[in-house]
């Protein structure tokens, strides 16, 4: 079976830029999850999607960060612009119905603002 | 609300040592609880859940944990270290298991020859 499929695996880019990452989840997994990891910190829940709706976005910067997860598949998560504070990884995981509680993780986008 | 305090950001051992990682947990229902794995370069990977029933749990490699609904605690333990087991260590709570996992800040553990 194949995992949590992430791209770019890294990006520099300078503060104001814009900067997109995409995930194609475990196919038939009908939950997808974005996750902020900062160096040093746990991650951070950014949304989370059931199919193609929004569950929880309550963490997510709205002002600069958007994410859309069309035909409930694969999904993309935006910022712009960047602030220095955006260095991170980010993380995609999905889940399927049945076990939600289970995460499987992609090895995330490691992002750089310079 | 849920929330997760991993004591101790970088834990040392011996090979063939006790491993100990400390995790308290916060929640307003009862929670699903989680020990994640995540080795440099690579995705979080998922060492043992407890969701409902037995409260000593056991994962993969070796690792268990045991809930403890009085002292609020998930502690992670292995009875012997191995070089392999170097890497960072998490701990997350889900309130219903429908909803996102809520991560501590994670240990690191490293294991000395």
């Known amino acids: 079976e194949a995992g949590v499929a992430q791209s770019p695996r890294y990006k520099i880019i300078e503060k104001r830029q814009s900067v997109a990452f995409w995930c194609n989840p475990i196919?038939?997994?009908?939950?997808l999850y974005w996750y902020q990891q900062i160096l040093g910190q746990g991650p951070k829940l950014l949304i989370q999607?059931?199919?193609?709706?929004?569950?929880?976005d309550s963490q997510l910067p709205k002002d600069r960060f958007s994410a859309e997860r069309l035909k409930g598949v694969d999904s993309t998560l935006k910022i712009q612009p960047a602030k220095l504070e955006d260095s991170a990884v980010y993380l995609c995981?999905?889940?399927?119905?049945?076990?939600?509680?289970?995460?499987?993780f992609g090895s995330g986008t490691q992002l750089s603002v310079l | 609300a849920q929330s997760v305090t991993q004591l101790g950001s970088h834990v040392s051992v011996s090979e063939g040592a006790l491993v100990l990682l400390r995790c308290n947990y916060s929640?307003?229902?009862?929670?699903?609880l989680f020990w994640y794995v995540q080795y440099p370069n690579q995705g979080l990977q998922l060492l043992l859940k407890?969701?409902?029933?037995?409260?000593l749990v056991k994962g993969i490699n070796g690792f268990e944990a045991e809930f403890k609904k009085s002292e609020t605690s998930f502690h992670l333990t292995k009875p012997s270290a191995h070089m392999s087991d170097a890497a960072e260590y998490f701990c997350?709570?889900?309130?219903?298991?429908?909803?996102?996992?809520?991560f501590g800040s994670g240990t690191r553990l490293q294991v000395q020859p």
């Open positions: 407890y969701t409902t029933g037995a409260t």
């Open positions: 997350a709570v889900s309130a219903t298991g429908r909803r996102a996992l809520t």
């Open positions: 995981a999905s889940s399927s119905d049945r076990g939600m509680e289970k995460l499987f």
């Open positions: 999607f059931q199919n193609n709706g929004v569950v929880d």
């Open positions: 929640s307003s229902v009862p929670p699903y």
């Open positions: 196919s038939g997994h009908a939950t």
